[in-house]
C-alpha cells in the first residue's frame, strides 16, 4: 500500500568525534615525524580506524578518507536502490556493487575527485522484474543524498539478471 500521509521535510545532523592518535612524540614538527592515524568515534557504533591514504604517507591497513567517500556513495545508492525497487515492485534478492573512484591531484598539494563509478550487479525475482529493476537506477541517483552532494559525477553501469 502506498504511503497517503505526507512526509514531514526537516534538517538531519550528524556527529562524530576524530582524534589524531598518530603523535610519535615529537608532535609534527617535521613532515615525516608524525603517523597519520585517526580514531573515527560514533556514540553506540564501533571506532572506526582511519588514516591517509598510503601515497600520503598513510596506514593502508585503515580506512582513508578517499575510501570512506567511495563507500558513502555506493552504500547511499544502494539503499535508494532497494527503496526505488520496493516502490516499483521489483523483489531484489542479491545487490553488490564494485565501486570505483578517480581523484586528480592539482599540483599545488590539493585535488578533487572527478568522477564515481558504481558497478551494481543486482539479481531480481522475476525476469518480468528486469526493466522495471534496471530504471530504477536512475530513481536511485535522484534520492542518494551524498550523491545529490557532490560537486562531480556519480554515475552506475549496472547489470541485473532473474533468478528465473
Known amino acids: ?20 592518535t598518530g603523535n610519535t612524540g615529537t608532535g609534527t614538527t617535521g613532515y615525516r615525524d608524525y603517523r597519520r592515524d585517526v580514531t573515527i568515534e560514533i556514540e ?9 591514504d598510503k601515497p600520503f604517507r598513510g596506514d593502508a591497513s585503515r580506512w582513508n578518507p578517499e575510501d570512506l567517500l ?7 545508492h544502494l539503499l535508494s536502490y532497494l527503496h526505488a525497487c520496493v516502490t516499483a515492485g521489483v523483489v531484489v534478492v542479491s545487490y553488490r556493487d564494485r565501486a570505483t573512484g ?12 572527478v568522477e564515481v563509478m558504481l558497478h551494481p550487479e543486482v539479481v531480481v525475482a522475476e525476469e518480468s522484474m528486469i526493466e522495471a529493476a534496471e530504471r530504477a537506477h536512475t530513481q536511485a541517483n535522484e534520492w542518494c543524498f551524498i550523491a545529490n552532494s557532490m560537486n562531480f559525477p556519480v554515475r ?3 547489470r541485473v539478471s532473474a533468478l528465473s
Do not use: Q, V
Not at 44 to 52: F, I, M, Q, R, T
Not at 102 to 113: K, L, N, W, Y
Open 44 to 52: 553506540g557504533k564501533p571506532d572506526l580506524l582511519a588514516s591517509a
Open 70 to 76: 567511495l563507500a558513502s556513495l555506493s552504500e547511499c
Open 102 to 113: 578517480m581523484m586528480r591531484e592539482d599540483g599545488a598539494g590539493g585535488g578533487s575527485f
Open 1 to 20: 500500500m502506498a504511503e497517503t500521509s505526507p512526509r514531514t521535510l526537516g534538517e538531519h545532523r550528524y556527529a562524530l568525534t576524530s582524534t589524531w
Open 156 to 158: 552506475h553501469e549496472a
